[in-house]
T-cell receptor, first 110, second 113 residues
């Protein structure tokens, strides 16, 4: 069964620090990778997507993809208390189905 | 401007009483999805439509059905809700073709009494 694994957390970081969120996936044929942010009681909100190996930066967010090692990560620089949420990693597998991880809860301490 | 709209945002129903959740979109996307998400769990795909082509996940209970009368609207029908069906129901759309990014509506929180 195709899986996407994330540490459930919580990951606790002080305000202003870098938060590093990691995700591994099992389907080597996966092509597209997404990070969603989900506040408690709300729906997932797209943060970033990445298709190619390497880094992709958007403001304070950097997505990193390593297909050989089958992991994708999200770095959040200058973390703010408003970044406190659950971050869902999602992978489009080789059958074009989006598989979600269970999410990592991030807490940014003021 | 809201692009994926779900109604109602909160739905309370009684055990066994049918309920219909609705989703509409202004993005003119040809792919629409219904997910179920329970607390601290990953969203679980129930159905998706590519245009009018309906695709049912193998483990979606028979109690759940879906309709898509046109491009803009999609409905989720729960024929006889059980306590285990209490969850957040998420509608998502995707442009299809080269774009495989899914955009979610605000969700409907279903409570079963």
């Amino acid at each position: 069964q195709k899986e996407v694994e994330q540490n459930s957390g919580p990951l606790s970081v002080p305000e202003g620090a870098i938060a590093s969120l990691n995700c591994t996936y099992s389907d080597r044929g996966s092509q597209s990778f997404f990070w969603y942010r989900q506040y408690s009681g709300k729906s997932p909100e797209l943060i970033m997507f990445i298709y190619s190996n390497g880094d992709k930066e958007d403001g304070r967010f950097t997505a990193q993809l390593n297909k050989a090692s089958q992991y994708v990560s999200l770095l959040i620089r200058d973390s703010q208390p408003s970044d406190s949420a659950t971050y869902l990693c999602a992978v489009m597998d080789s059958s074009y189905k989006l598989i979600f991880g269970s999410g990592t809860r991030l807490l940014v301490r003021p | 401007d809201a692009m994926v709209i779900q109604n109602p945002r909160y739905q309370v129903t009684q055990f066994g009483k049918p309920v219909t959740l609705s989703c509409s979109q202004t993005l003119n996307h040809n792919v629409m999805y219904w997910y179920q998400q329970k607390s601290s769990q990953a969203p679980k795909l129930l159905f998706h439509y590519y245009d009018k082509d309906f695709n049912n996940e193998a483990d979606t209970p028979d109690n759940f059905q879906s309709r898509r009368p046109n491009t803009s609207f999609c409905f989720l029908d729960i024929r006889s809700p059980g306590l285990g069906d209490a969850a957040m129901y998420l509608c998502a759309t995707e442009g299809g073709g080269d774009s495989d990014t899914q955009y979610f509506g605000p969700g409907t929180r279903l409570t079963v009494l």
